[in-house]
């Protein structure tokens, strides 16, 4: 599977919902802003635990979504597998294949070749 061009076809779709639904969206992106400021927490943390709720949850669409945000956020390799191993502990055996997704989008966005596509 190529991220990237599932990536591509997401924000396509949501484009067109968006037109349907500009207000829905407009809080959407507003809540996510919130959330993303840097406090306590800084916004690879937030966005470590958003990752771990979108493979808890099964959803593609947010692990592409959240692991381009690590990727963009400069987090490591070692950074991601660990904080995968801790959503796999705590979501069994579907957090362990979804995890597996998530560290092949991350080998695609960026730019390694460590991961293999299934």
């Known amino acids: 599977m190529s991220w990237t061009d ?5 924000v396509a779709r949501l484009d067109v919902l968006q037109k349907e639904t500009p207000e829905t969206f407009a809080g959407f992106n ?3 802003k919130a959330a993303k400021t840097p406090g306590a927490l800084d916004e ?6 958003a990752l771990g709720i979108a493979i808890a949850t099964r959803c593609d669409s947010c692990i592409a979504f959240h692991v381009k ?5 400069k987090t490591t390799r070692e950074e991601l597998c660990e ?7 705590m979501g069994g ?6 995890g597996a997704k998530a560290l092949e989008a991350y080998d695609e966005f960026s730019g390694g070749s460590a ?4």
């Open 6 to 10: 599932f990536m591509k076809d997401t």
């Open 30 to 32: 507003q809540m996510g």
């Open 44 to 49: 690879k943390t937030k966005e470590l635990i």
């Open 69 to 73: 945000s690590l990727v963009r956020l």
């Open 83 to 89: 904080a995968l191993a801790m959503i796999a502990y």
């Open 93 to 98: 055996g579907p957090s362990v294949a979804f």
């Open 115 to 118: 991961g293999t596509s299934v």
